[in-house]
């Protein structure tokens, strides 16, 4: 870790009652949904103030898309303490590549539309509410993806939906808006959406799956109520492989119904393999649309995907929450 923190370094994962840093470096996608709706110098000013205020140094860029990763580079090798990504998972997927292996953490604020990443690690989905959890917030090391020579570092989305999506408008709007439509694209079109025909190679086995949609996750999903899953753990040391196998729109329909209520794992049509390094080949195709971590892509085949362990320090809230948890269920004990 950088020498410069404002207190001696505590072990990892235990929170800190005051802010850790003396300098931090903010880099904020300026072509990010919520930045360009409430506008980028109203945002960069306002986190500015808010962590000047906390009594950090803080060093704030508000870039477009194709300057993120040259700034993210500069910050790497300069001298602050920690660095702050805001934007939407794509953004924090390319931040968390450049990061991997570095001693410097990783913040998130989450100023895109689904968040994954942010949820992941346990930040309030309030920009500013994130950015005071960041002063104090324990660091985590997490498991990273390497996709194909890409980073990832929530989910990797394969079959119809990427395929739909491309050539479509980008939407930015709010999270349960594109949930929404999400689903009933689901419903209505991957029933008829021609399957694919997958050969997953991985842990020395080789299977084959016919699948219109298949989901892969860094760790593995809770069994929470809700639209949208969060990592059981930032470091399990292994990814999930989901894979549908459903024919029909009733099967889609119930495997909605059945995410939503937290029972989906217990889908018989729903195929789930476990991994650390896994290929994937469909007969005849060259490249393949996906989804890697909210960014569409034609990705080159066959597509290898490793598991790169506890590759990324973050800063994470959810370590505070889960040890409160933990103090508070032995003190009743």
């Not at 196998?245 to 329909?253: C, I, K, N, V, Y």
Request: glycine residues 8%; aromatic residues 6%; proline residues 7%.
């Amino acid at each position: 870790m950088s020498a410069a923190l404002a207190d001696p370094e505590p072990e990892l994962g235990q929170p800190n009652p005051a802010p850790r840093w003396r300098k931090v470096t903010v880099i904020l996608n300026s072509q990010s949904g919520t930045i360009a709706g409430l506008g980028p110098e109203k945002v960069s000013e306002r986190l500015k103030s808010l962590l000047q205020e906390a009594g950090l140094e803080a060093d704030v860029h508000c870039v477009p898309g194709n300057e993120i990763n040259a700034t993210l580079e500069s910050a790497r090798a300069g001298d602050s303490d920690a660095v702050i990504i805001g934007g939407g998972d794509g953004t924090v997927a390319a931040a968390a590549g450049i990061f991997s292996g570095s001693d410097k953490p990783l913040g998130i604020l989450p100023l895109g539309t689904f968040n994954l990443a942010a949820r992941d690690v346990g930040m309030p989905l309030d920009w500013e509410a994130a950015a005071a959890a960041l002063l104090t917030a324990p660091v985590a090391e997490t498991d990273l993806l390497d996709v194909g020579g890409k980073p990832a570092l929530c989910v990797l989305v394969l079959g119809f939906y990427p395929a739909l999506q491309m050539g479509q408008p980008e939407y930015h709007g709010n999270w349960l808006v594109k949930a929404w439509r999400t689903a009933k694209m689901a419903v209505r079109s991957a029933a008829v959406f021609p399957p694919l025909s997958l050969t997953v190679s991985g842990n020395g086995t080789h299977s084959q799956y016919r699948s219109r949609i298949a989901l892969l996750a860094n760790n593995d999903y809770e069994d929470l109520f809700g639209l949208i899953p969060r990592r059981k753990t930032l470091s399990a040391g292994y990814f999930t492989l989901y894979i549908s196998t459903h024919r029909t729109r009733l099967g889609m329909l119930k495997s909605f119904l059945a995410w939503t209520v937290g029972r989906w794992k217990q889908d018989r049509e729903l195929k789930v393999v476990q991994a650390t390094e896994i290929e994937i080949r469909v007969p005849r195709r060259k490249r393949l649309p996906v989804m890697r971590d909210g960014e569409l892509e034609k990705t080159p085949m066959p597509l290898r995907v490793t598991l790169l362990p506890k590759a990324l320090l973050v800063l994470a809230p959810r370590l505070a929450e889960e040890k409160a948890g933990t103090l508070a269920l032995e003190s009743r004990l």
